[in-house]
Every structure is written in structure tokens, then in C-alpha cells.
T-cell receptor, first 115, second 115 residues
Framework: EAQVTQNPRYLITVTGKKLTVTCSQNMNHEYMSWYRQDPGLGLRQIYYSMNVEVTDKGDVPEGYKVSRKEKRNFPLILESPSPNQTSLYFC??????????????FGPGTRLTVT | AQTVTQSQPEMSVQEAETVTLSCTYDTSESDYYLFWYKQPPSRQMILVIRQEAYKQQNATENRFSVNFQKAAKSFSLKISDSQLGDAAMYFCAYGTLYNFNKFYFGSGTKLNVKP
């Protein structure tokens, strides 16, 4: 089954304790992206990657890191989480096609709470 | 940067009736894609419908259709014969061709369906 998986689905942590949220897709998509969803703000892009070793900042990258060492994986790293990073996080992937904006396939979301 | 505005935070519709969700966007690009995503209580993001800006014909998917007004930069979603399962948060999204697959999301409209 074609899918994007994220782990963990729920996470409660404390300020300053490094954490990683994993994301994996089995569709051989070139493009992967991380979003955070906050009430009244919709989804905002944190980082995206157009292929292995190619990443770039989205609209709200502060406090986050990413890496893309393999095509299927795109982990999101919070080196020193703070309470303002409490949010619902989504990983998404899609094909890259010149001259076309392809739909993004989303993971199930990770609910992160930082106390 | 592109912006997407959904001016209706919450709407209600009676089962079997029709409802229209509004979306406007701001862009200087001539080619782009527009999407409506549904987010039920499970939090999964589900693509409802997509529209290519170069196509004049409005997209339709079963009970879902759009009214795309390019000059007015408007992209509304019409749901006909509303069903209880349509109750969800709906997000309008803009996909740019010029910064591969960068998406901009609106703040969402919560749709309630009354039996």
C-alpha cells in the first residue's frame, strides 16, 4: 500500500530534550516536506527536500533541522524543543514534475506537546 | 509570497443540502494549481479536488465541484447532497510551479453537517 508513515504519532516531552520525528514514504517520491498545523493558521511549511541531500527552508524553519540521506526518509529534528513548538506535524511527499504541481500525500500526523 | 484566505472559520449544512466553502488567493503567477484538502477528525489529510489554473473548465469529483474564477482569484468548493461523513476541516491550498511543489494553505473551514 502506497503510504507516508510518521513516528511517533503522539509525543510529550520537556523543554530542551532533543527529539526526532521520523517520516518514510514508499512511493519513490522525489519531493518531501514537513508542515506544522496550528489552530487558525492552517498548515505552514517548515522544510522541504527536492531529492537526496537537497533541502531548503520553508516559511517557519527556526528551531528545526532536517536531513535527507535516503530518498524514502526525511526526519525532522528538534535539537532543543520549546513550548511554542507544541503543534501537529505532518510529513508529505510527491513526485516532482517540471511544469506541474503534483498533489502531496500526507502522513497521519504527529501530535507533539512540549512542556 | 502567495497567500491563501479562507474567510469562513466554521459553517453548517443540513444533511442532503448543498454548501459552498470560499477561498481566495493572492498571486502574481499565471500558472499554478489549486487544491482542496479534507481533514476529518482522524487528522488525515485527504485530497478532495484539484484545479489547474490554465484550465477554464471547473473541476468536478462526484458530489464535489469548484467554481474557479481566475481573474477574481477565487476558488470555492461546492459540496452537493451533503453527508454526515463530509463533516471535517477543509483546507484550500495553492501549489506553485516556480518553486517546485511549494504549497500555501489557508487557515481552514470547519464544516458541520446536521442530521
Amino acid at each position: 500500500e502506497a503510504q507516508v508513515t510518521q513516528n511517533p504519532r503522539y509525543l510529550i516531552t520537556v523543554t530542551g530534550k532533543k527529539l526526532t520525528v521520523t517520516c518514510s514514504q514508499n512511493m519513490n517520491h522525489e519531493y518531501m516536506s514537513w508542515y506544522r498545523q496550528d489552530p487558525g493558521l492552517g498548515l505552514r511549511q517548515i522544510y522541504y527536500s527536492m531529492n537526496v541531500e537537497v533541502t531548503d527552508k520553508g516559511d517557519v524553519p527556526e528551531g528545526y533541522k532536517v536531513s535527507r540521506k535516503e530518498k524514502r526518509n526525511f526526519p525532522l529534528i528538534l535539537e532543543s524543543p520549546s513550548p511554542n513548538q507544541t503543534s501537529l506535524y505532518f510529513c508529505a511527499s510527491s513526485y516532482l514534475t517540471s511544469g506541474r504541481s503534483n498533489e502531496q500525500y500526507f502522513g497521519p500526523g504527529t501530535r507533539l506537546t512540549v512542556t | 509570497a502567495q497567500t491563501v484566505t479562507q474567510s469562513q472559520p466554521e459553517m453548517s449544512v443540513q444533511e442532503a443540502e448543498t454548501v459552498t466553502l470560499s477561498c481566495t488567493y493572492d498571486t502574481s503567477e499565471s500558472d499554478y494549481y489549486l487544491f482542496w484538502y479534507k481533514q476529518p477528525p482522524s487528522r488525515q489529510m485527504i485530497l478532495v479536488i484539484r484545479q489547474e489554473a490554465y484550465k477554464q473548465q471547473n473541476a468536478t469529483e462526484n458530489r464535489f465541484s469548484v467554481n474557479f474564477q481566475k481573474a477574481a482569484k477565487s476558488f470555492s468548493l461546492k459540496i452537493s447532497d451533503s453527508q454526515l461523513g463530509d463533516a471535517a476541516m477543509y483546507f484550500c491550498a495553492y501549489g506553485t510551479l516556480y518553486n517546485f511543489n511549494k504549497f500555501y494553505f489557508g487557515s481552514g473551514t470547519k464544516l458541520n453537517v446536521k442530521p
